[in-house]
């Protein structure tokens, strides 16, 4: 089969370990099924893998990706979870301390076929196409939870999102719209900014600055770039959910900020099943859809990695397969 892989891994040159050639077809063990994918689409995580962060060599080759959706063994339309659990794990499962990522220590998306355990198949809903399909399970996956279950702020509220252009903080901006939140956003770059503001966002500010007011809650994916103003920007006893830390991991806090005001920190990492069948029936229902930013065929993979490193892109970089 066809697939984008990881054959070496490079901290500093990411893209120098990527290939974009043969495998095996996947073997599934038993309770196991195979997915022959229609499109994937790229995360951040790629790039961390392809650098060693996740990903360790004595794995390698590694097909990537964690973001697919096909047509599983028996012809449902079907999207991947890309969590998988330990088999006697109950509960949320991004809570299992055993758990994985696709292309984590199981072959990724990134490819003609994709074996992952049954249960970890959603049927696709028709209203959605398979490129936007194929956007849920991770970026959009992790601000749902992030929004709805971490936050704990209701409609109404004002939330603020860290680096608009970004995968995670694109759907942010479009879920939070769609459930009735006040948006805000920063970015470096006033292209994303207004970009942003097409997309729904209420004001688009540039990184950094001071707000007219303070935010309910912050969605955090940048890092150390942006934490200090993530904490500076929190009304009393207001909340920020992490979940990546592009930007650098090492951040430093104010900790008489976080008591004196009572802030909240929150961790948040993928999401569950059962929050991406919610995802998938919100985008039914409301009609928001992924922000997909460029659409190629996986034969092009390196292109839009290229894309994705570049930090040009807003929104999803999509890779397609022929039915
Ligand atoms: N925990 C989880 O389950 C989970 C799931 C998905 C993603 N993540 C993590 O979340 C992060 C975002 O992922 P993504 O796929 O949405 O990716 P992304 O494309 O990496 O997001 C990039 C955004 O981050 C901002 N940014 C990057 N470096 C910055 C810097 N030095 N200063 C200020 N802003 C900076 C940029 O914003 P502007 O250019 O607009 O300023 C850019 O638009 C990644 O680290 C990823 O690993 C975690």
Same mark, same amino acid.
């Given at each position: 089969?066809?697939?984008?892989?990881? +054959?070496?891994?490079?901290? +500093?040159?990411?893209?120098?370990?990527?290939?974009?050639?043969?495998?095996?077809?996947?073997?599934?063990?038993?309770?196991?099924?195979?997915?022959?994918?229609?499109?994937?689409?790229?995360? @951040? @995580? #790629?790039?961390?893998?392809?650098?060693?962060?996740?990903?360790?060599?004595?794995?390698?080759?590694?097909?990537?990706? /964690?973001?697919? !959706?096909?047509?599983?063994?028996?012809?449902?339309?079907?999207?991947? @979870?890309?969590?998988?659990?330990? #088999?006697? @794990?109950?509960?949320?499962?991004?809570?299992?301390?055993?758990?994985?990522?696709?292309?984590?220590?199981?072959?990724?998306?990134?490819?003609?076929?994709?074996?992952?355990?049954?249960?970890?198949?959603? $049927?696709?809903?028709?209203? %959605?196409?398979?490129? &936007?399909?194929? /956007?849920?399970?991770?970026?959009?996956?992790?601000?749902?939870?992030?929004?709805?279950?971490?936050?704990? *702020?209701?409609?109404?509220?004002?939330?603020?999102?860290?680096? !608009?252009?970004?995968?995670?903080?694109? !759907?942010?901006?479009?879920?939070?719209?769609?459930?009735?939140?006040?948006?805000? *956003?920063?970015?470096?770059?006033?292209?994303?900014?207004?970009?942003?503001?097409? %997309?729904?966002? #209420?004001?688009?500010? &540039?990184?950094?600055?001071?707000?007219?007011?303070?935010?309910?809650?912050?969605? &955090?994916?940048?890092?150390?770039?942006?934490?200090?103003?993530?904490?500076?920007?929190?009304?009393?006893?207001?909340?920020?959910?992490?979940?990546?830390?592009?930007?650098?991991?090492?951040?430093?806090? #104010?900790?008489?900020?976080?008591?004196?005001?009572?802030?909240?920190?929150?961790?948040?990492?993928?999401?569950?099943?059962?929050? $991406?069948?919610? %995802?998938?029936?919100? /985008?039914?229902?409301?009609?928001?859809?992924?922000?997909? +930013?460029?659409? $190629?065929? $996986?034969?092009?993979?390196?292109?839009?990695?290229?894309?994705?490193?570049?930090? &040009? !892109?807003?929104?999803?970089?999509?890779?397609?397969?022929?039915?």
């Amino acid at each position: 089969m066809l697939a984008a892989y990881a +054959d070496k891994l490079d901290a +500093d040159d990411p893209l120098a370990g990527l290939v974009v050639g043969e495998r095996p077809d996947p073997q599934p063990p038993q309770g196991w099924t195979t997915v022959r994918l229609r499109a994937s689409a790229l995360n @951040h @995580h #790629d790039l961390w893998s392809l650098r060693g962060v996740g990903l360790t060599a004595d794995k390698l080759p590694m097909v990537l990706g /964690c973001d697919g !959706a096909g047509v599983d063994e028996e012809g449902n339309e079907v999207v991947v @979870h890309a969590v998988v659990s330990t #088999d006697d @794990h109950r509960g949320d499962e991004t809570l299992d301390p055993g758990r994985s990522l696709l292309s984590e220590r199981y072959d990724g998306t990134l490819a003609d076929l994709v074996a992952v355990p049954r249960r970890n198949l959603v $049927l696709k809903p028709a209203e %959605l196409s398979w490129e &936007e399909a194929a /956007c849920l399970p991770t970026a959009w996956l992790t601000a749902y939870r992030m929004l709805f279950t971490q936050s704990g *702020v209701q409609p109404g509220s004002t939330v603020l999102v860290q680096g !608009a252009g970004g995968g995670v903080a694109t !759907a942010l901006v479009a879920l939070g719209r769609a459930a009735g939140y006040r948006v805000w *956003v920063t970015s470096r770059d006033e292209a994303k900014r207004a970009r942003a503001l097409e %997309l729904g966002a #209420d004001a688009a500010f &540039e990184s950094g600055v001071r707000l007219p007011e303070r935010v309910d809650a912050v969605m &955090e994916t940048v890092g150390a770039a942006t934490w200090e103003h993530s904490l500076r920007s929190l009304r009393q006893g207001g909340t920020v959910v992490v979940s990546g830390a592009t930007g650098g991991a090492q951040a430093v806090s #104010d900790l008489r900020r976080v008591f004196f005001l009572q802030l909240r920190v929150v961790g948040s990492t993928m999401g569950t099943r059962d929050e $991406l069948e919610r %995802l998938m029936r919100m /985008c039914v229902q409301t009609g928001v859809r992924p922000v997909v +930013d460029t659409t $190629l065929p $996986l034969e092009e993979a390196r292109t839009g990695f290229e894309r994705l490193s570049g930090g &040009e !892109a807003f929104g999803k970089v999509v890779l397609t397969r022929p039915a």
